[in-house]
Protein backbone atom coordinates (compact mmCIF):
# COMPACT_ATOMS: atom_id res chain seq x y z
CA UNK A 1 0.00 0.00 0.00
CA UNK A 2 1.23 3.46 -1.03
CA UNK A 3 2.36 5.80 2.13
CA UNK A 4 0.24 8.35 0.97
CA UNK A 5 -2.99 6.41 1.37
CA UNK A 6 -2.06 3.91 4.14
CA UNK A 7 -1.85 7.47 5.95
CA UNK A 8 -4.97 8.70 5.00
CA UNK A 9 -7.02 5.47 6.11
CA UNK A 10 -4.89 5.60 9.16
CA UNK A 11 -6.25 8.85 9.70
CA UNK A 12 -9.88 7.96 8.40
CA UNK A 13 -9.90 4.34 10.48
CA UNK A 14 -8.03 4.03 13.36
CA UNK A 15 -10.17 5.50 15.88
CA UNK A 16 -12.33 2.35 15.12
CA UNK A 17 -9.56 0.04 16.17
CA UNK A 18 -8.72 -1.82 20.08
CA UNK A 19 -5.07 -2.33 21.23
CA UNK A 20 -4.64 -5.15 22.25
CA UNK A 21 -1.08 -6.58 23.91
CA UNK A 22 -0.05 -10.18 23.58
CA UNK A 23 2.63 -11.89 25.05
CA UNK A 24 5.63 -9.65 26.53
CA UNK A 25 9.28 -10.82 26.47
CA UNK A 26 11.82 -8.87 28.74
CA UNK A 27 11.62 -5.49 27.31
CA UNK A 28 9.26 -5.86 24.82
CA UNK A 29 6.03 -7.11 23.09
CA UNK A 30 6.03 -10.69 21.04
CA UNK A 31 4.69 -10.92 17.68
CA UNK A 32 0.86 -12.86 18.40
CA UNK A 33 1.59 -14.93 15.29
CA UNK A 34 4.87 -16.35 15.75
CA UNK A 35 6.60 -15.03 18.79
CA UNK A 36 9.32 -13.24 17.52
CA UNK A 37 9.80 -9.30 18.81
CA UNK A 38 7.02 -7.30 17.56
CA UNK A 39 8.06 -4.17 16.26
CA UNK A 40 4.97 -3.08 14.51
CA UNK A 41 1.52 -3.36 14.85
CA UNK A 42 -1.11 -5.87 12.66
CA UNK A 43 -4.21 -4.12 11.81
CA UNK A 44 -6.98 -6.65 11.51
CA UNK A 45 -8.76 -6.31 9.50
CA UNK A 46 -6.61 -4.14 7.38
CA UNK A 47 -6.84 -0.56 6.97
CA UNK A 48 -6.90 -0.52 3.45
CA UNK A 49 -10.07 -3.18 3.53
CA UNK A 50 -12.10 -1.74 6.28
CA UNK A 51 -14.80 -0.61 3.70
CA UNK A 52 -14.79 -4.32 2.72
CA UNK A 53 -15.36 -5.63 5.77
CA UNK A 54 -17.97 -3.21 6.74
CA UNK A 55 -19.65 -4.27 3.48
CA UNK A 56 -20.23 -7.76 5.11
CA UNK A 57 -22.67 -6.33 7.03
CA UNK A 58 -21.88 -8.57 9.83
CA UNK A 59 -23.31 -7.89 13.37
CA UNK A 60 -20.90 -7.11 15.45
CA UNK A 61 -17.98 -5.80 13.27
CA UNK A 62 -14.15 -6.16 15.60
CA UNK A 63 -11.36 -3.61 14.56
CA UNK A 64 -8.08 -4.66 17.14
CA UNK A 65 -4.38 -4.25 16.55
CA UNK A 66 -1.92 -6.72 17.78
CA UNK A 67 2.06 -6.65 18.04
CA UNK A 68 3.47 -8.09 15.10
CA UNK A 69 6.79 -8.58 13.70
CA UNK A 70 7.92 -7.38 9.79
CA UNK A 71 7.55 -10.99 8.45
CA UNK A 72 4.02 -11.79 10.02
CA UNK A 73 2.69 -8.67 9.26
CA UNK A 74 3.89 -8.61 5.98
CA UNK A 75 2.55 -11.95 5.26
CA UNK A 76 -0.82 -10.55 6.76
CA UNK A 77 -1.21 -7.72 4.33
CA UNK A 78 -4.06 -6.25 2.96
CA UNK A 79 -5.91 -9.62 2.78
CA UNK A 80 -9.24 -9.57 4.95
CA UNK A 81 -9.60 -12.82 6.83
CA UNK A 82 -12.99 -14.47 7.68
CA UNK A 83 -11.75 -14.00 11.28
CA UNK A 84 -8.74 -13.33 13.59
CA UNK A 85 -7.74 -17.35 13.69
CA UNK A 86 -8.02 -17.43 9.66
CA UNK A 87 -5.19 -15.00 9.68
CA UNK A 88 -3.10 -16.49 12.55
CA UNK A 89 -3.54 -19.68 10.82
CA UNK A 90 -2.68 -18.07 7.16
CA UNK A 91 -0.05 -16.35 8.48
CA UNK A 92 1.84 -19.45 10.52
CA UNK A 93 1.34 -21.70 7.18
CA UNK A 94 3.14 -19.17 4.71
CA UNK A 95 5.62 -19.34 7.24
CA UNK A 96 5.84 -22.67 6.95
CA UNK A 97 5.72 -22.99 3.75
CA UNK A 98 8.95 -20.47 3.06
CA UNK A 99 10.86 -22.26 5.26
CA UNK A 100 9.82 -26.27 4.76
CA UNK A 101 13.21 -27.23 4.01
CA UNK A 102 14.48 -26.26 7.51
CA UNK A 103 11.80 -27.33 9.06
CA UNK A 104 12.04 -30.94 7.51
CA UNK A 105 15.87 -30.86 8.47
CA UNK A 106 16.91 -34.04 10.25
CA UNK A 107 17.41 -35.24 13.37
CA UNK A 108 20.72 -35.62 14.72
CA UNK A 109 21.78 -38.02 17.72
CA UNK A 110 24.81 -37.33 20.22
CA UNK A 111 26.25 -40.66 18.92
CA UNK A 112 26.46 -39.31 15.15
CA UNK A 113 27.24 -35.53 16.15
CA UNK A 114 30.35 -37.12 18.02
CA UNK A 115 31.69 -38.58 14.58
CA UNK A 116 31.78 -35.41 12.69
CA UNK A 117 34.89 -32.89 12.39
CA UNK A 118 34.33 -29.69 14.30
CA UNK A 119 33.52 -27.62 11.46
CA UNK A 120 30.80 -30.14 9.89
CA UNK A 121 29.13 -30.27 13.41
CA UNK A 122 28.67 -26.89 13.74
CA UNK A 123 26.90 -26.36 10.53
CA UNK A 124 24.71 -29.74 11.62
CA UNK A 125 24.22 -27.83 14.62
CA UNK A 126 23.16 -24.27 13.16
CA UNK A 127 21.08 -26.46 10.80
CA UNK A 128 19.00 -28.09 14.01
CA UNK A 129 18.73 -24.76 16.20
CA UNK A 130 17.70 -23.19 13.23
CA UNK A 131 15.00 -25.95 12.54
CA UNK A 132 13.97 -25.54 16.49
CA UNK A 133 13.62 -21.85 15.87
CA UNK A 134 11.35 -21.96 12.83
CA UNK A 135 9.11 -24.90 14.54
CA UNK A 136 8.61 -22.98 17.60
CA UNK A 137 7.47 -20.16 15.48
CA UNK A 138 5.13 -22.06 13.63
CA UNK A 139 3.56 -23.40 17.52
CA UNK A 140 3.68 -20.22 18.94
CA UNK A 141 0.42 -19.66 20.10
CA UNK A 142 0.57 -17.50 23.98
CA UNK A 143 0.32 -14.59 22.22
CA UNK A 144 -3.22 -15.74 20.35
CA UNK A 145 -4.25 -17.04 23.19
CA UNK A 146 -4.05 -13.62 24.96
CA UNK A 147 -5.53 -12.11 22.39
CA UNK A 148 -8.28 -14.28 22.12
CA UNK A 149 -9.16 -13.72 26.17
CA UNK A 150 -8.65 -10.42 25.57
CA UNK A 151 -11.50 -10.54 22.48
CA UNK A 152 -13.53 -12.51 25.01
CA UNK A 153 -13.27 -9.90 27.56
CA UNK A 154 -14.23 -6.97 24.94
CA UNK A 155 -16.09 -8.49 22.76
CA UNK A 156 -17.94 -11.70 24.20
CA UNK A 157 -16.13 -14.56 22.27
CA UNK A 158 -16.62 -12.79 18.60
CA UNK A 159 -12.97 -12.97 16.58
Not at 3 to 28: M, P, S
Not at 37 to 45: C, F, I
Not at 49 to 76: A, F, H, T
Request: net charge negative; hydrophobic share 30%.
Amino acid sequence: MNTVRRKADNHKFNHLYTNINGDRGDYYYLCVYCGSPASERDHVPPLSRVDDYRSLMLKKEIYIKVPSCVQCNGIGASILDDTFLDRVERIKSKIAEKHKKKISYPEWDEEDLAELDYELKTKVLEGVELKKTITNMVNYYEGVDLVLDHLDVLFGGQQ
